[in-house]
């Protein structure tokens, strides 16, 4: 194998002090010893691979078997993604080597009380001057519809642009108005968006609490915090500028939007708030440790013969 000998996981840089994403377009990924470059008309760059989180390889990039291998070995992921991560293909291997945050998930989604409390501090995320504490499922939905169509309706006054509801066709994107359109445009990069982190960091994308049977659904979930302050408003912009191109420029919008990657971080910390909210210490995210499932939910050490047990 060409390259250094792989960091050991003591070496890794800690997931505190890790690069959280980085996006490349247009270029060839390869390695050179411990790193990862990066090869476009401009020249190479060099990323040190155990400083990496996650790479979203977009557009024209070509990646190395050599390259995968030393990600993998890094802890690291990648995730082919849109421009500017607005689309969400496939993934790598998870950031995380503990199953924690998915057994959180499963946990809390297959329990009703847990469930229930995960989907008001939804809630609380978006409105936190309401309290939500003692509010069933059906009326936090209520609740959340009427902030909703609050919010469309101040975006309407402060541009111009008439709002009469939401109605979309996902079968039929261009019979819709111009508005609708646009919104449904910004949502499904949104939606890219938060997959790319969800896969990231380990989780399902089909189990969600408030949303259900669908494959993405826990990505409906997590994007529903953020539409108030990136799509809605991109998509009333868009429209208030133009009625023409609505799909590319709404994209474009919403890239201006997410650019700084801040999104990216806020996406990991309000999912790890939502499904384990005390930190994750780094010793356990990238331990990589099996272990056996014991009688009453007790962890027993793996690696050992266990034939001389009686019943």
Not at 279 to 299: F, K, P, Q, R, T
């Amino acid at each position: 194998m060409i390259g250094a000998t792989p960091p050991t996981s003591r070496e890794l840089t800690r997931s505190s002090d890790r690069l959280s994403f980085i996006y490349i377009e247009h270029s060839v990924i390869h390695r050179e010893d411990s790193a990862i470059t990066a090869t476009d008309t401009n020249g190479t760059v060099h990323i040190p691979a155990a400083s990496l989180g996650s790479l979203m390889l977009g557009p024209g990039t070509r990646i190395t078997h050599h390259a995968m291998m030393l990600l993998a070995d890094c802890g690291a992921t990648a995730v082919w993604v849109g421009e500017r991560g607005v689309r969400y293909y496939a993934h790598g291997s998870s950031l995380a080597k503990t199953s924690r945050l998915l057994q959180a998930q499963a946990g809390k989604v297959s329990n009703m009380r847990k469930r229930l409390e995960v989907a008001r501090e939804m809630y609380n995320m978006r409105f936190p001057e309401d309290d939500v504490s003692g509010l069933t499922m059906q009326q936090l939905r209520g609740k959340e519809g009427a902030r909703v169509r609050k919010i469309y309706r101040a975006q309407s006054e402060r541009t111009g642009v008439a709002w009469n509801s939401r109605k979309y066709d996902p079968n039929n994107f261009d019979g819709s108005d111009p508005v609708n359109k646009a919104l449904s445009a910004a949502n499904a990069c949104l939606y890219g968006v938060v997959h790319a982190v969800v896969v990231s960091l380990g989780c399902s994308p089909g189990l969600g609490f408030v949303h259900t049977g669908h494959s993405r659904a826990f990505i409906y979930d997590i994007a529903d915090l953020y539409k108030a302050d990136i799509t809605i408003p991109a998509a009333f912009d868009v429209v208030a500028e133009s009625s023409e191109d609505i799909g590319p420029r709404t994209r474009r919008a919403v890239r201006e939007r997410i650019k700084d990657g801040k999104i990216l971080q806020r996406c990991a910390q309000d999912i790890q708030r939502l499904l384990v909210p005390q930190e994750i210490d780094d010793a356990e995210w990238y331990a990589d440790i099996v272990s056996l499932w014991g009688d009453h939910g007790d962890v027993i050490e793996s690696g050992q013969n266990y034939g001389g047990e009686t019943a």
